[in-house]
């Protein structure tokens, strides 16, 4: 009965150091986490997302884009994403503090996101590339999301959400093509990617 006891209550302590270890102390690590303020500016990182970025955020998720796209810079030691300019610093805990999902990813057929607002800053651009990735790299394989566009009569006032499309994408004499709710929310998501301020726990490597 004795070595019953003893294996019994060693199983209880193997599996509560591992629960200890692996549950309780990340969360009382983690969770106390808060933006970081710069003494010196006042600047307060990260923030939440701005206007229609949240729903951006959900778009993101509902079109599988974790598939094919990572968001998170690992450090010099552990691979070449910032030689890549992927960011100037890898990513921590703290950046993804507002971050309900956190879309780390698991593969990389396309580029790394998590700073893609800080390198492409026009929203055309990303307009452009959604309607046709093929336009930009005949070897894409990512998938044209036109489903996030709409063909409409051009209107006598001009359209600043009208995508800039030309050639065979180009749509019919007196249309205009404009992206839907969402496909400006995805936008508007992708645009605020930008961890690229500065924090105590990931100086940014001198070498």
């Excluded at 009382?28 to 970081?36: D, E, K, R, V, W």
Aim: aromatic share 12%; net charge neutral; glycine share 8%.
């Amino acid at each position: 009965m004795n070595k019953l006891n003893r294996l019994f209550f060693g199983v209880l302590v193997l599996f509560g150091a591992s629960w200890l270890g692996m549950v309780a102390y990340p969360y009382l690590t983690f969770a106390g986490l808060q933006p970081n303020k710069d003494d010196a500016t006042g600047e307060v990182v990260p923030t939440g997302k701005p206007g229609t970025a949240e729903q951006g955020y959900h778009v993101y998720a509902a079109n599988g884009c974790v598939y094919c796209h990572s968001q998170v810079v690992r450090d010099k030691s552990d691979g070449s994403d910032i030689d890549r300019e992927w960011g100037k610093r890898r990513t921590v805990a703290r950046d993804y503090l507002f971050d309900r999902y956190i879309f780390l990813g698991a593969s990389r057929l396309g580029t790394d996101l998590t700073n893609i607002g800080a390198r492409q800053t026009d929203p055309q651009w990303f307009y452009r590339y959604l309607y046709n990735p093929q336009a930009f790299s005949s070897e894409s394989v990512m998938p044209a999301h036109r489903w996030l566009f709409r063909t409409v009569k051009i209107n006598e006032e001009p359209s600043s959400d009208a995508v800039k499309l030309d050639g065979a994408d180009a749509p019919p004499a007196g249309y205009k093509m404009v992206p839907t709710a969402e496909g400006k929310a995805l936008v508007n998501y992708l645009l605020s990617l930008k961890k690229n301020y500065a924090l105590p726990e990931a100086p940014e490597p001198t070498e």
